[in-house]
């Protein structure tokens, strides 16, 4: 909400009247009154307190008694629609209601950024039944530094990437290894690479299926000379559990049911190394499972190195991605980095090089 705030008064200070809308969760189009798949009811005083004006919130998104509440509004109003996901077609990017939002305005203003890389009624269908379609000032922000980070990087162009699974980052990896001069891997998704390695990983989680896959992503990272940096100690504990038994140990000689939950303090020196010497830098996953607070200090470092990198060097920083950027601001870092965005499926698609529905619906960007 606070990051749709300055497009949002930059309308109303222009004398526009605004319409919001927007989801929460998935009711897979069912009315559901309370919840994270409820009414967006509680957003309203916060809203209200942000914006410095009243919102009034619909309990529907289309029809006759909405168009009318469009039509009322005078000058510098806002009205909040309902969940969008309540009507099944909004993810179907259904025409009937694309067509309906369309009626409410004259023009359509895509700030969404978390969900453009979906072809929604909300997100894309609607753009085609408005006189003009513009980005907002955080879809904006949002291009220029992911898409710059990619396109026309101040190098050398570094990428942090974690989480638990390979297969859920394979495309950006790939995508990765074509633009970055160094990836540092990070997470549960290293004991895929080092079980393609012909290392012992334990108890550790891991992707049997995408061994090979590893294997190759090592090959082509080596052809390219790209850098592909993969931690050399990990934090290891006896369960998955705040209150496990934990060692450190070489990523060689991980042994029994020992698991790894975190990067280890040789991994974060040679980390910080490759980072000091980069000016473009994008983390997108989290090193360890940072929820747990003795398997955060992989993922607070690397937070905190980025962190360095901006205010003592200019380095160019973007943190995406739920968890990392959880991470940075439960770190208290957020405002020590050059961007955080708001859109995690969306910013990997973006740094795969992906057209962006949301995006390419725009008759303005």
Same mark, same amino acid.
């Given at each position: ?133 513009? $980005?907002?000032? @955080? *879809? +904006? %922000?949002?291009? !220029?530094?992911?898409?710059?980070? #990619? ?5 050398? &162009? /570094? ?54 896959? $590893?294997?190759? @992503? *090592? +090959? %082509?990272?080596? !052809?390219?000379?790209?850098?592909? #940096? ?5 934090? &290891? /504990? ?128």
């Amino acid at each position: 909400m606070r990051a749709i705030v300055p497009t949002a008064k930059y309308l109303l200070d222009k004398g526009a009247n605004v319409i919001l809308c927007s989801h929460f969760g998935r009711p897979k189009g069912q009315i559901i009154e309370t919840g994270k798949n409820g009414r967006l009811n509680p957003v309203v005083p916060r809203l209200t307190e942000l914006l410095g004006v009243p919102v009034k919130k619909l309990d529907d998104t289309i029809g006759d008694e909405i168009e009318r509440e469009a039509k009322e509004l005078t000058e510098s109003q806002v009205l909040l629609l309902e969940n969008t996901r309540f009507y099944a077609g909004e993810t179907k990017n259904d025409p009937a209601l694309s067509e309906g939002l369309g009626k409410l305005a004259d023009y359509f203003v895509m700030d969404a950024f978390g969900t453009a890389h979906r072809a929604h009624s909300s997100t894309a269908g609607v753009a085609s039944h408005m006189k003009l379609c513009a $980005a907002g000032y @955080l *879809m +904006e %922000k949002e291009l !220029k530094y992911l898409k710059g980070a #990619v396109d026309s990087p101040n190098r050398p &162009l /570094a990428a942090i990437v974690g989480g638990a699974k390979v297969s859920t980052k394979i495309p950006v990896l790939e995508s990765l290894i074509d633009k970055c001069d160094v990836i540092l891997l990070g997470g549960a998704m290293i004991f895929t690479f080092y079980k393609a390695l012909g290392y012992n990983i334990g108890k550790s989680m891991v992707e049997e299926d995408m061994t090979g896959l $590893a294997s190759k @992503l *090592m +090959e %082509k990272a080596k !052809k390219k000379g790209v850098e592909l #940096v993969l931690p050399t100690d990990v934090i &290891l /504990a006896d369960a998955f559990d705040a209150n496990a038994n934990t060692k450190t140990a070489k990523a060689t000689e991980i042994d029994g049911d020992w698991m790894g939950l975190d990067i280890g303090p040789e991994s974060l020196e040679t980390f910080a190394g490759h980072i000091g010497k980069c000016n473009t830098i994008i983390f997108n996953g989290p090193m360890g499972v940072f929820e747990i607070p003795k398997f955060a200090n992989g993922t607070i470092t690397v937070a905190k190195l980025l962190a360095d990198a901006t205010t003592e060097r200019g380095a160019v920083t973007i943190v995406g991605g739920g968890d990392s950027v959880a991470a940075v601001n439960q770190a208290g870092l957020g405002d020590k980095v050059s961007h955080i965005s708001t859109g995690g499926g969306a910013s990997l698609e973006l740094l795969e090089g992906k057209e962006l529905p949301g995006v390419a619906a725009l008759t303005e960007v």
